[in-house]
């Protein structure tokens, strides 16, 4: 398909901003071989929306606003050049009280981001933008909500096949097998209703149980002859695939850190 240019005005800095917040910061997570930032990953939720288009128009052929849904992607992670990232792992692990804080700080970001860049965001309301990306109470909100998490597994299983074990945890949970992102990701047709009708017409979005504790032992790093074989876990050579297409190989085979 082709999509119209997405344009932001009056965001001068926010790349660079974005650039400098770098992914899966924690203690838990020492080495990242390929590490990203949030300006990558950004832009990497708007390709994994895109290819997937097609498959979503035809299950919500009136019901979707897929310039708002790619403009969503770009922008959806801009409060944390606030707040900062935190983890999955160390969000799930809050308490109800760290919760609320947290929760309470991104709302008192959303203001403070609308004053540093504009009020409008490729022709939207950039407040609707932050505010539904934050209590994700729309359909588009919900697949880019789902597209997030995906990169992020994609992001933990390129690390598993490259030989990282530190990433075994958000790639497979403590027992390296249906836990972190697969888990999830599983859970997006029980928590969003609006979804599934997607995920029954196209269950193979929904990534399956892997032994990524077994397979992390015996990661390589990445070639671009590896790249292009398969896996054998399918989510995974979807995710890597599409990256291909959209930005090229460099990024998924040029080590930053070293184990």
Same mark, same amino acid.
């Given at each position: 398909?082709?999509?119209?240019?997405?344009?932001?005005e009056?965001?001068?800095?926010?790349?660079?901003?974005?650039e400098n917040?770098i992914r899966y910061?924690?203690?838990?997570f020492?080495?990242? @071989?390929y590490r990203?930032n949030?300006l990558?990953?950004?832009?990497?939720v708007?390709?994994h929306?895109?290819?997937a288009?097609?498959d979503?128009?035809?299950?919500?052929?009136?019901?979707?606003? @897929?310039?708002?849904s790619?403009?969503?992607?770009?922008?959806?992670?801009?409060i944390e050049i606030?707040?900062g990232?935190i983890?999955?792992h160390?969000k799930?692990?809050?308490n109800?009280?760290?919760?609320?804080?947290?929760?309470?700080e991104?709302?008192?970001?959303?203001?403070?981001? #609308?004053?540093?860049?504009s009020?409008?965001?490729?022709?939207?309301?950039?407040?609707?933008?932050l505010?539904?990306?934050?209590?994700?109470?729309?359909?588009e909100?919900?697949f880019?909500?789902y =597209?997030?998490?995906?990169d992020a597994?994609?992001?933990?299983?390129?690390? @598993? =096949?490259?030989?990282?074990?530190?990433?075994?945890?958000?790639?497979?949970?403590?027992?390296?097998?249906?836990?972190?992102?697969?888990r999830?990701?599983?859970e997006?047709?029980i928590?969003?209703?609006?979804m599934?009708?997607?995920?029954k017409?196209f269950?193979?979005?929904?990534?399956?149980? =892997?032994?990524?504790?077994?397979?992390?032992?015996?990661?390589?790093?990445?070639?671009?002859?590896?790249?292009?074989?398969?896996?054998?876990?399918f989510?995974?050579?979807?995710?890597?695939?599409? #990256?291909?297409?959209?930005?090229?190989?460099?990024?998924l085979?040029s080590? @930053?850190?070293k184990?």
């Amino acid at each position: 398909m082709n999509f119209k240019p997405i344009i932001l005005e009056g965001f001068n800095g926010r790349e660079k901003s974005l650039e400098n917040i770098i992914r899966y910061k924690s203690k838990l997570f020492p080495v990242m @071989i390929y590490r990203t930032n949030n300006l990558i990953h950004s832009r990497r939720v708007l390709y994994h929306l895109e290819k997937a288009i097609p498959d979503i128009l035809e299950v919500y052929s009136k019901n979707l606003d @897929i310039d708002f849904s790619r403009t969503l992607c770009l922008v959806h992670d801009d409060i944390e050049i606030i707040t900062g990232d935190i983890v999955l792992h160390d969000k799930e692990n809050m308490n109800k009280q760290q919760t609320k804080q947290l929760s309470l700080e991104e709302k008192k970001a959303i203001p403070k981001i #609308i004053k540093m860049y504009s009020k409008n965001a490729n022709g939207f309301d950039y407040q609707e933008l932050l505010n539904t990306a934050k209590y994700k109470d729309k359909l588009e909100a919900q697949f880019v909500s789902y =597209f997030d998490k995906f990169d992020a597994a994609g992001e933990a299983w390129h690390e @598993i =096949f490259a030989g990282n074990y530190y990433f075994v945890l958000p790639a497979g949970g403590h027992n390296g097998r249906n836990g972190g992102y697969v888990r999830r990701l599983k859970e997006f047709p029980i928590k969003y209703p609006l979804m599934r009708d997607f995920f029954k017409r196209f269950p193979e979005y929904l990534p399956y149980q =892997f032994n990524f504790k077994n397979k992390s032992k015996k990661g390589k790093p990445h070639t671009i002859d590896s790249l292009n074989n398969p896996s054998g876990y399918f989510p995974y050579d979807k995710w890597k695939k599409t #990256i291909m297409e959209r930005e090229g190989t460099d990024l998924l085979i040029s080590p @930053i850190e070293k184990l």
